[in-house]
C-alpha cells in the first residue's frame, strides 16, 4: 500500500497537467450522473403526474357517463309508466337533469322521432328529428336499440350547435320499439372540467379516440392539437 501511494503521488507532482486532467474527468462525471439522477427523478415525477391526470378525466367522463345512463333509464321508466310524459316533460326533465348534473339536454323520442326536450331554449330544432333516418349516425342508433340498454353515440355536430356525447335507451312495447330517451353531454364542457381541475395550468392535452362506426374511420377528439408533435409523457388508456 505504501509503494502505491508513493506512486500515486510522484505521478501527481511530476504530472500536474496530467492530474488536472484527472481532476476535471472526475469531477465531470460526478456532475453528469447527479445530473442523469436528477433527469431521471424528474422524468418519474412527470409519468405519474400525466397518470394521475389521465385517471382523472377518465373518471370524470365515467361520472358523466353514468349520469348519462341515470338519467335515461329515469326518464325510460316516467315514459312507460305515465302517459302524460310528453305534457309534463318540462318537469320530468328538469328533476332528472337536477340530479344528473353532468347531463346538459334530455329528450324524448317517439319510435326515432324526437319529440321532447329540456331544456326546449336552444334546442328547439331538433323537435321532429328522425334519428333513425340520419345515415351520419344511425348505426348508434341501431346498436343501442339491438343491444336493448344505454349506448353512447358520439362525440358528435348536434343539429342545435356544438358537439355531444348522445345516450339512448330504447324502450319497448312487447317486441316493437316505442321509443327511446336520449341524454346529451356536452363534450366542450367535458373538456373544460378537466381542463380547470386543481393543478392544471394547460401543461396537458387530452384527447379521445374512436373508430366511427358508420365509415369505420378512426377518428380523434379534443383540442385542435397535433399530439403527435407534443414533448413530454404520454399516456392512454
Known amino acids: ?3 502505491i501511494k508513493d506512486w500515486i503521488l510522484l505521478h501527481v ?31 418519474s415525477a412527470e409519468r405519474e403526474l400525466v397518470n394521475f ?8 367522463l365515467s361520472n358523466a357517463l353514468n349520469d348519462g345512463i341515470s338519467a335515461s333509464k329515469t326518464l325510460g321508466f316516467f315514459a312507460q309508466n305515465q302517459e302524460d310524459v310528453i305534457q309534463n316533460f318540462e318537469n320530468i326533465g328538469k328533476q332528472i337533469l337536477e ?5 346538459d339536454v334530455i329528450q ?6 324526437i319529440v321532447a326536450v329540456y331544456p326546449l331554449a336552444g334546442n328547439e330544432i331538433v323537435i321532429g ?3 333513425l333516418k340520419d345515415s351520419t349516425n344511425n348505426k348508434e342508433v341501431q346498436e343501442a336499440i339491438r343491444r336493448n340498454d344505454v349506448y353512447f353515440s358520439g362525440p358528435i355536430n348536434l343539429r342545435q350547435g356544438g358537439k355531444g356525447i348522445v345516450g339512448r335507451y330504447p324502450l319497448f312495447e312487447g317486441d316493437k320499439l316505442k321509443g327511446l330517451s336520449a341524454v346529451i353531454i356536452d363534450f366542450n364542457k367535458l373538456f373544460e372540467k378537466v381542463s380547470q381541475s386543481e393543478n392544471n395550468k394547460g401543461d396537458f392535452v ?3 379516440s374512436k373508430v366511427n362506426p358508420n365509415t369505420q374511420l378512426l377518428e380523434e ?3 385542435n392539437t397535433d399530439i403527435e408533435n407534443l414533448t413530454g409523457h404520454k399516456a392512454s388508456v
Do not use: A, C, H
Open 1 to 3: 500500500m505504501t509503494k
Open 99 to 103: 340530479s344528473n348534473t353532468d347531463v
Open 129 to 131: 328529428y328522425n334519428v
Open 108 to 113: 324524448y323520442l317517439d319510435s326515432g322521432t
Open 206 to 208: 387530452f384527447q379521445l
Open 53 to 60: 391526470k389521465l385517471n382523472e378525466f377518465e373518471n370524470l
Open 13 to 43: 507532482y511530476s504530472s500536474p497537467r496530467l492530474t488536472g486532467w484527472l481532476v476535471f474527468l472526475f469531477s465531470l462525471s460526478v456532475i453528469l450522473f447527479f445530473s442523469f439522477v436528477e433527469y431521471k427523478l424528474k422524468l
Open 221 to 223: 377528439f379534443g383540442p
